[in-house]
């Protein structure tokens, strides 16, 4: 079990940036895979970005390409994502979530054992 805390949300302008953290508590963080969700009102809870446990592979939403940057540190159990060139559509409860299965590619909420309390992201236009 790990928990997890989110941190770094809030209200931006669009073309704004934003960065968001999750700490994570326990000594294996370097053993779980991370994911980002998001989850807008009256929305399905989405995949955002997704880190392997060592950092070596990423994958991010069509959405998000080219804006948006997962990574880790594992010296301070921290994933991070960094949000640029944010749009009004990008605005919703953003989730981080730790997967310790190998099994699947993380895509899916559901593969996910552990989740943070959420933090709003809110983008004006």
């Known amino acids: 079990q790990v928990q997890l805390v989110e941190s770094g949300g809030g209200l931006v302008q669009a073309g704004g940036s934003l960065r968001l953290s999750c700490a994570a508590s326990?000594?294996?963080?370097?053993?779980?895979?991370m994911g980002w969700f998001r989850q807008a009102p009256g929305k399905e809870r989405e995949i955002v970005a997704h880190?392997?446990?060592?950092?070596?592979?990423?994958y991010y939403a069509d959405s998000v390409k080219g804006r948006f940057t997962i990574s880790r540190d594992n010296s301070k159990n921290t994933v991070y994502l960094q949000m640029n060139s944010l749009k009004p559509e990008d605005t919703a409860v953003y989730y981080c979530?730790?997967?310790?299965?190998?099994?699947?590619?993380?895509?899916?909420?559901?593969?996910?054992?552990?989740w943070g309390q959420g933090t709003q992201v809110t983008v004006s236009s």
């Open positions: 979530a730790a997967k310790k299965s190998r099994s699947g590619l993380g895509l899916f909420s559901y593969e996910y054992e552990n």
């Open positions: 326990g000594r294996t963080f370097s053993s779980y895979a």
């Open positions: 880190i392997s446990g060592s950092g070596g592979r990423i």
